[in-house]
T-cell receptor
Framework: GQNIDQPTEMTATEGAIVQINCTYQTSGFNGLFWYQQHAGEAPTFLSYNVLDGLEEKGRFSSFLSRSKGYSYLLLKELQMKDSASYLCAAMDSNYQLIWGAGTKLIIKP | DGGITQSPKYLFRKEGQNVTLSCEQNLNHDAMYWYRQDPGQGLRLIYYSQIVNDFQKGDIAEGYSVSREKKESFPLTVTSAQKNPTAFYLC??????????????FGPGTRLTVL
């Protein structure tokens, strides 16, 4: 079957760095997406990886290892506004997104 | 400004009633999607459409129906056959899958509560 695993909840301190891991098993693979979702709001796109390696975009970076079925989202210089859920989603061979349950990130002052 | 709108944001219905959730986009996207989100679970695909007048069932289509008569609009009807309809419903759109990044853009969501 197809499956996405990511931690349910993480806590970090303002100004610090946090890494949110995601492992996936899909029928075929056409890319890995990360979205941010604040409580009660729509998910917003953060990053997309289809090749192995690190993609950096400001304070956020995303890494992919296709051979390991593994990705992580790295958030630097954490701010209180980064408190949100982070959703990992893998696109399968039919171009359908398989979604993880999300990681709730709590930022403490 | 381009985007996706969903209305209403909050909706209350009595058990046994059908209800239709609106989704409109002006991004000129061919593909549109309906997801359901429940606490502690990932987004689950209800229906999707890649072109006008065509749509396919997702993983949890039972008790739901859709139409795609216009490119901009993809309404979802939650029927009385849906056993547990209380949830947060998200509509999304994208360029046709397989053409690159294919990121999905989401509307603000409709929170449906069935009493």
């Amino acid at each position: 079957g197809q499956n996405i695993d990511q931690p349910t909840e993480m806590t970090a301190t303002e100004g610090a760095i946090v890494q949110i891991n995601c492992t996936y098993q899909t029928s075929g693979f056409n890319g890995l997406f990360w979205y941010q979702q604040h409580a009660g709001e729509a998910p917003t796109f953060l990053s997309y990886n289809v090749l192995d390696g690190l993609e950096e975009k400001g304070r956020f970076s995303s890494f992919l290892s296709r051979s390991k079925g593994y990705s992580y989202l790295l958030l630097k210089e954490l701010q209180m506004k980064d408190s949100a859920s982070y959703l990992c989603a893998a696109m399968d061979s039919n171009y359908q997104l398989i979604w993880g349950a999300g990681t709730k990130l709590i930022i403490k002052p | 400004d381009g985007g996706i709108t969903q209305s209403p944001k909050y909706l209350f219905r009595k058990e046994g009633q059908n209800v239709t959730l609106s989704c409109e986009q002006n991004l000129n996207h061919d593909a549109m999607y309906w997801y359901r989100q429940d606490p502690g679970q990932g987004l689950r695909l209800i229906y999707y459409s890649q072109i006008v007048n065509d749509f396919q069932k997702g993983d949890i289509a039972e008790g739901y129906s859709v139409s795609r008569e216009k490119k901009e609009s993809f309404p979802l009807t939650v029927t009385s056959a849906q056993k547990n309809p209380t949830a947060f419903y998200l509509c999304a759109s994208s360029t046709p899958p397989g053409q690159g990044r294919d990121e999905q853009f989401f509307g603000p969501g409709t929170r449906l509560t069935v009493l």
